[in-house]
């Protein structure tokens, strides 16, 4: 299952780099994609684990980058 998310006043692309790898290393996550320019993460995983994956997303946005707010799309 693919779901998508905003990183509200993200503009540092290497703390970008950062989350991608974090949140790319997830369990449950197949694939993860964040697009700068667009302040997109785009994760694949498994739909039972999303909710709890939601939540360990914005443990790791909020270490990398606090002023950053994570909105669900």
């Known amino acids: 299952m693919k779901k998508t ?3 509200e006043d993200l503009d540092c692309a ?3 780099a950062i989350i991608e790898e974090k949140v ?3 369990e449950g996550v197949s694939q993860a994609r964040l697009t700068l320019l ?3 993460l785009v994760i694949e ?3 039972e684990k999303i909710s709890l994956l939601t939540e360990e997303i914005k443990k790791i ?3 990398v ?3 950053v707010e994570v909105i669900e799309k």
């Open 38 to 40: 667009t302040q997109k």
């Open 14 to 16: 290497h703390c970008a």
């Open 24 to 26: 790319g290393k997830l």
């Open 61 to 63: 946005v909020k270490k």
């Open 5 to 7: 998310y905003i990183l």
């Open 65 to 67: 980058e606090p002023d």
């Open 45 to 47: 995983a498994e739909e």
